[in-house]
């Protein structure tokens, strides 16, 4: 059992009581006109997705730390049964090694879906991410690249991950052209993004809040279907003010929009961003300048979070349509915490009490 495991299988007989105890309310997409649809948690999404992955491509493999028995979360559970284990298999705990061996499948022409156990491990393969995998395209003239390359990693709050199973790193990559990087919310978008990913020609990160795994529940349409890159979703419509937030922390702003309707009559339009890079600036501005009040929220801590680069591009294109300053509720500038975790996260109360300061500027 590695260094991850024991922690994930304590997590997997208890995750009832944390989704009991969870800083959220999980609202679920409404149902697609799709005919053919199949209820799924979001871990059973994401095994649809790469199921469907492996069996149209031929070339595709699927592999990570546990991930040839199915994985600590189980979003591989009996994919080597079906395909093998040459094609699903278990890797070395090497984080770097996984990622090298991710970008050479992808370059000899292969499709590579790599797991990182958890987000906050991926730090070893940051160099060959950001370096390599980034870069391959250009840096051969267009010769060379590793477009089919997707990695998937676990992150975010998971009610007692402490400082080494809760981080969410989006911002570290969204500084890096060449990568295109995605949070999901819920399973119908977690296997669109995925099937997305794993057919576009740049590599890709998934960034899949596992806390949502089995707390995230929908009617999933069992065929295939991508889900775009690069398009924010209008979740709630409103008037006064924008609710800007990515995977759990749409949840968290969905409930703080209920909350400011019935509290403070207050009319709030809810913005998923989906994509971290590249993100839809003309969704946000379009947003804000109808409302004129914005709040952008994540898990993530405040000082160079990717709230301040939603901030700043707000303010550079929309700074004679706002009404009030643009304000961020986010993680704090800490390591994240054991016991104190409900304190370090932006939750409800902390984001309708960051309303009430915008609306009363």
Request: hydrophobic content about 40%; some cysteine; proline content about 6%.
């Amino acid at each position: 059992m590695n260094r991850h495991s024991r922690y994930l299988f304590s997590f997997v007989k208890t995750s009832k009581s944390v989704i009991r105890t969870s800083h959220f309310t999980y609202y679920p997409d409404p149902p697609t006109p799709a005919q053919n649809k199949q209820k799924m948690n979001m871990f059973q999404a994401i095994n649809n997705a790469m199921d469907i992955a492996l069996g149209e491509d031929a070339t595709a493999l699927l592999f990570g730390e546990d991930v040839g028995f199915g994985g600590v979360f189980r979003c591989s559970i009996n994919l080597r049964d079906k395909y093998g284990k040459d094609r699903v298999f278990n890797t070395p705990l090497c984080e770097q090694g996984i990622a090298g061996f991710a970008i050479g499948v992808a370059n000899a022409g292969a499709t590579a879906i790599a797991e990182i156990q958890f987000a906050d491990y991926i730090f070893p393969a940051f160099d060959q991410i950001i370096n390599e995998a980034a870069k391959f395209r250009y840096r051969s003239g267009g010769i060379f690249d590793c477009g089919s390359l997707t990695i998937r990693a676990p992150c975010g709050a998971v009610g007692h991950g402490a400082l080494y199973h809760s981080q969410s790193p989006e911002a570290y990559f969204a500084h890096t052209p060449g990568l295109k990087v995605v949070v999901p919310r819920g399973p119908i978008k977690a296997k669109g993004l995925l099937l997305a990913c794993v057919r576009d020609p740049n590599p890709c990160l998934v960034f899949e809040p596992k806390v949502l795994y089995r707390a995230a529940v929908e009617e999933v349409p069992a065929d295939a279907y991508v889900s775009e890159i690069g398009k924010a979703d209008v979740l709630r419509k409103g008037k006064d003010i924008t609710l800007i937030g990515w995977g759990t922390q749409v949840h968290v702003l969905l409930e703080v929009a209920e909350l400011a309707k019935k509290d403070l009559k207050v009319d709030c339009e809810v913005i998923d961003l989906v994509s971290i890079l590249p993100w839809d600036k003309d969704a946000i501005c379009k947003s804000v300048k109808k409302t004129g009040r914005v709040i952008v929220s994540h898990e993530a801590p405040l000082t160079q979070g990717f709230g301040s680069e939603i901030s700043a591009s707000i303010q550079e294109h929309c700074f004679l349509y706002l009404e009030a300053p643009v304000k961020r509720v986010t993680g704090w500038d800490t390591p994240f915490p054991h016991v104190f975790e409900p304190f370090y996260l932006p939750n409800k109360y902390r984001c309708l009490s960051a309303i009430k300061e915008v609306i009363n500027y």
